[in-house]
């Protein structure tokens, strides 16, 4: 038993995610897998800063928005680091107000928040400014650059979708928790 224990122990260190591999799949843009790969580095409470950050950056880029909290903290030795740092943070507050505006109708007016090109800023931006119409259980925002459509699901707890569309078709459906 013994032996078993310490073979997985070395096979799991022998085939670990490294750092070049983070770099590696970063670069050649497999945010999935370096988002869900590097969650090891998340656990174990990594203080590499560009890891962090592309990590960070992969887990935005396919909507796995929780893990920011975690790359958040850490992000604290140059200005750079900080504002990558502070990026993640308002996408995670965005997020969650989202999330409650959707499912306890909380006003947003007024509320400012830094604007990025994800599209949960975009879609905070117009709800705070009011730039909604609620339309069977949905909101629906008109831009001139894209549409977008917000709605739960039925499952539980439920989920907030934001369809993103143009000329009538979906383009992009993003949902989170």
């Known amino acids: ?13 022998m085939h670990a ?3 070049n591999d983070v770099l590696r ?12 790969q590097g969650n090891s580095f ?8 560009n890891i962090l950050i592309a990590i960070g950056d992969a887990c935005a880029r396919t909507d796995a928005i929780n893990p920011l909290g975690v790359v958040v903290k850490n992000l604290v030795t140059t200005k750079e680091n ?10 995670l507050l965005q997020k969650k107000l989202i999330y409650q505006f959707m499912n306890d109708d909380i006003n947003l007016k007024e509320l400012r928040l830094p604007r990025t090109e994800h599209v949960l ?3 905070f931006e ?22 977008y459509v ?3 699901s039925d499952d539980s707890p439920k989920k907030v979708y934001i369809d993103e569309n143009s000329e009538g078709k979906l383009v992009e459906r993003h949902w989170y928790l």
Do not use: H
Not at 130 to 145: A, C, L, S
């Open 121 to 123: 800023s975009r879609v």
């Open 126 to 147: 117009e709800l705070a400014k009011g730039n909604y119409e609620q339309v069977d259980g949905k909101v629906e925002i008109k831009t001139p650059e894209m549409d």
């Open 82 to 91: 900080r504002e990558s740092g502070s990026y993640f943070a308002t996408l």
């Open 1 to 13: 038993m013994k032996w078993i224990v310490l073979f997985l122990a070395f096979y799991s260190t």
């Open 42 to 49: 998340l656990i174990r409470n990594d203080k590499n800063e």
């Open 17 to 19: 995610y490294s750092y």
């Open 150 to 152: 917000l709605w739960l």
């Open 25 to 36: 799949d970063y670069e050649a843009k497999n945010y999935d897998k370096v988002c869900s």
